[in-house]
């Protein structure tokens, strides 16, 4: 797969430090909710390595939005696109959430910038007749990302802040105690996907899904930077089968495929 060249519509930014990209690929696009692209400012803007981004909303087949919190160097580069700039893009990238067959009662639990991939599955699962609530958290209510979009698609959001600003005071994992869940999808710091673990593993919720935060050079399972230690070893791949490559057998697990 190579890169394409991409357009920047507009540039959002719904917090202090991230910056939302509304951007226009050259055809149509048809990722899975949970996959991810490489994106690389270019133009001599970003001498670093593309950075690996789950796409966000979606507002016609080839309109995509990218959602990050500037961090260093390359998101850097990233956000500092404005509408008709050019950039580098590959993907879509990695393996998706699994979506049901039926109806069933869904939870969504994002923390900081972990929301971008729950819009699209969201979505996706009402319309597959689910009933979805979302639960995301935030360090304070100034980092709570992507209420009002969730929202509007007509989902139940719940938020959660470690300094209490907005929401349940504490973890945004605390929220899963009080709700009935046939399915959890999860995206966002490893504490709180660990958190979320370790509620699949004391309550009876076997469908618990994990999207996975990682540096990858590559996005395409060469470089080897981006291993995750499996919590069974596959016998079959030898050496190799302690751990797994989350650009390419995740970037989502099942709760009990992997080691936090």
């Known amino acids: 797969m190579k890169p394409q060249e991409i357009r920047v519509v ?7 430090d991230c910056v939302e990209l509304v951007t226009e690929f050259p055809d149509d696009e048809l990722p899975a909710p949970g996959q991810f692209y490489m994106l690389s400012a270019g133009d001599g803007r970003d001498t670093y390595l593309p950075r690996p981004l789950s796409f966000y909303r979606t507002f016609s087949p080839r309109r995509l939005s990218f959602l990050f919190r500037v961090v260093g160097p390359g998101t850097q580069a990233l ?98 105690a009080g709700l009935d869940a046939d399915a959890v999808f999860a995206c966002g710091p490893e504490p709180m996907l660990g958190a979320v673990q370790s509620f699949a ?8 899904y994990l999207a996975l935060e990682a540096a990858m050079a590559c996005g395409y399972g060469v470089c080897l930077g981006c ?34």
């Not at 791949?237 to 992997?258: H, I, N, Q, S």
């Open 10 to 16: 507009e540039r959002l930014q719904p917090a202090p």
């Open 227 to 260: 291993a995750v230690e499996r919590a069974k070893p596959d016998p079959e791949l030898g050496p190799y089968g302690t751990y797994a490559r989350v650009c390419r057998e995740g970037p989502v697990f099942r709760w009990d495929e992997v080691k936090l």
């Open 201 to 208: 593993a004391s309550r009876p919720v076997p469908d618990t």
């Open 79 to 176: 956000a500092a696109l404005r509408a008709r700039d050019r950039l580098q893009a590959m993907g879509p990238l990695g393996q998706g959430f699994p979506l049901p067959e039926h109806p069933l009662r869904a939870v969504l639990v994002g923390g900081g910038v972990g929301v971008p991939p729950l819009w699209s599955l969201g979505r996706a699962l009402q319309e597959r007749g689910c009933q979805v609530t979302a639960l995301i958290g935030a360090r304070t209510r100034s980092g709570l990302l992507g209420q009002a979009e969730l929202e509007a698609l007509g989902m139940r959001v719940l938020t959660a802040t470690d300094d209490g600003s907005r929401g349940h005071h504490g973890p945004v994992t605390d929220l899963l």
